[in-house]
Every structure is written in structure tokens, then in C-alpha cells.
């Protein structure tokens, strides 16, 4: 079955807490995008994450605020920063990379939180029995085009508000020359 996909940048999602002390007390963020996910959007606030050995500014706030702080890059990012982050379902956060944050109010160091994100294709409930998928965790797509091919351990996020999308990080993106909108193929 078809899907389509869903190219995701390096990202942070915040707490209340968190989102006060880099952006000032009480800051609410404001929708510059709504993603296709339902109630998710991108913000027109952006951060600076950093390292000892570098940093990379303009990095988005994705919203709404979150009961964790969880900054989300690719292989690439973590190179530049010098980090080794393992890759993670979203939350998935205890022994992940230290990073700090930088906001035009303050900064927070994280001791965990910088994760890799797991490929996945969110779904319905309804939507496992639909497609045939009950009982498996993970997936293989068939990505087609110049540099097509089969990616594997693409993990099924299923949840009562989602929509039917394949998430790919930019360096998965980019070895397949897949961009926002294209389409997979469920195997």
C-alpha cells in the first residue's frame, strides 16, 4: 500500500518550563505552519542548539509545548556537533545526548534529550487492521526514483490523532532523493 512521506529537519519540542526561561516567562509560540499531524504545527520561534565543539542556530520549535524537552537532529547534525545520539522513538529520552539550548531570553542544559528519531509511519487504530498491519511493530517501504531503494525498521506509531504519513529524517531523505509529498510503498 502507498504512503506518502513526511520529510522531517532538525527540530526541538519544549516544555512550559523550558519554553519560559529560553523564551521569557509566560512566551506563547506562534503557528508559522500547521504540520499534517492533527493539533501539530511549527512555530515561528527558533532556538540555537549547541556543544563543546559547535553549534546550529535557527533551529525550530515545533508545538504545542510538551510534557518533555527533546531536540531532534540527523547523522549530519550530530557529526557537526560532535555527538553520537542513538536513534529513539520520540520520548524515548534517558540516556540520550547532552545538548544545551540557547534562546534569546536564557539557555537550558539538557543532560538528555538529543535523540536520532526513529523512521516511522504514523496511524490510526482503525488503520492496522485496514492495511493489514496488526501485530507488527515495525515495516519495510520501497522508496522509488533515481536513488530508490528499501528501507527497513520503519516503526508504526499508532495514536487516536494521527495522520497516515511515513516521518524520514533529512540524511534519509536526502540518500533517496526523497522530498515532502513523495511516495512510498508499504512492503
Known amino acids: 500500500m502507498k504512503v506518502s512521506i513526511g520529510v522531517s529537519n532538525r527540530h526541538v519540542h519544549l516544555t512550559r518550563e523550558h519554553l519560559n526561561i529560553l523564551f521569557g516567562e509566560g512566551y506563547n509560540l506562534e503557528v508559522k505552519n500547521e504540520l499534517k499531524q492533527p493539533f501539530q504545527f511549527a512555530s515561528t520561534s527558533t532556538v540555537t542548539i549547541k556543544t563543546d565543539k559547535d553549534e546550529i542556530n535557527n533551529v525550530r520549535v515545533l508545538g504545542p509545548i510538551r510534557d518533555y524537552t527533546q531536540v531532534e537532529i540527523s547523522k ?9 545520539p542513538p536513534v529513539r522513538d520520540s520520548g524515548d529520552l534517558i540516556g540520550s545526548e547532552k545538548v544545551t539550548i540557547i534562546g534569546p531570553k536564557g539557555e537550558v542544559n539538557l543532560d538528555y534529550g538529543c535523540i536520532i528519531a526513529t523512521r516511522h509511519i504514523h496511524l490510526l487504530p ?59 510503498e508499504i512492503l
Open 126 to 184: 482503525s488503520q492496522l487492521k485496514q492495511y493489514g498491519l496488526e501485530g507488527k511493530e515495525t515495516v519495510c517501504v520501497k522508496l522509488d526514483g533515481e536513488k530508490g531503494g528499501i528501507i527497513t525498521n520503519v516503526h508504526l506509531k499508532v495514536s487516536d490523532n494521527s495522520y497516515f504519513e511515513l516521518h524520514l529524517d533529512t540524511d534519509d531523505a536526502n540518500a533517496h532523493l526523497i522530498k515532502n509529498g513523495d511516495i512510498g
Open 76 to 84: 549530519t547534525d550530530a557529526y557537526k556537533l560532535g555527538l553520537n
